[in-house]
């Protein structure tokens, strides 16, 4: 595997996957029972802005340092998160998913972390050694299902590969149909990046096939039309997201795309169920 983090860490699609995810839990936190969180690929969890890989790309420009710019207070949550692993006023440093889930957990809830591959893992040990986080080094698909279901009654799963392997959207498809079989009412949420509508289009298709009935799509397009052949925005799908959230989302997807909106477009934010 040759994708590194480090080098998009902060931009745009963080940006929307962190804000969407913290809205998220603390949606479900609104009930008092246990929440279990999995995030199956769980990367370095802390990242260096100024480091050579993120200098290189400058994601982190139209991304985080963009939303921290702007002052929509829809947008005061996520940069709470990103300001706890920072000091002063401009973020350095950048918190994977394992630590802004660790940020969110109240005393009855727990943390489960996985990363396959030993150099991330090792670091991913380091940095949430403070945490109560477990950490695991398997395989990302087996782990999904061999957790589930989870010692608490409800949860979330975390899905956010690199997309790198050919096959990546077929396992995921599998897996989540297996993954539905064994915990139907849990909370899932994937990941992707918006390079080839075709692609997209075919993959959603397979994913309606599941018959999964509360499946929700989220789609933040950088420009105004497709850009060939690079990277045009990301999405997520959510199984079961709670009512508090969906209704809350509206306001917030319009604040991420007035602040994430590259120069000269206006960007889109979109968003349906995939059964409908």
Known sequence: MNYRHSFHAGNSADVVKHSLLIALVRALQLKQG?????????????????????QRTGEATQ???????????????????????????????YPGSPRILAQLLRPQDFLILNEKHPEDARSLRRVMRDTSAAVHERDAYELWLALLPPRTARGVVVVDP???QPDERARITATLAAAYRKWAHGVTVIWYPLKDRATH???????????????????????????PG???????????????????MPLMLEGLRAALAPEGHSGEIASGWVSG
């Open 34 to 54: 246990a929440l279990t969180l999995i995030d199956t690929h769980a990367g370095c969890g802390l990242y260096d802005l100024g480091g050579d890989e993120a």
């Open 63 to 93: 991304g985080v340092l963009q939303a921290f710019a702007d002052p929509n207070p829809l947008l005061n949550d996520y940069r709470a998160a990103v300001q706890a692993v920072n000091v002063g006023p401009e973020p350095h440093l």
């Open 162 to 164: 690199p997309y790198e």
């Open 201 to 227: 289009w075919r993959w959603k298709e397979r994913l309606r096939e599941l018959a999964i009935p509360k499946m929700l799509w989220v789609e933040h397009w950088l420009y105004d039309s497709d850009q």
């Open 230 to 248: 690079m990277y045009n925005g990301a999405g997520l799908y959510i199984v079961n997201p709670p009512y508090a959230f969906t209704q809350a």
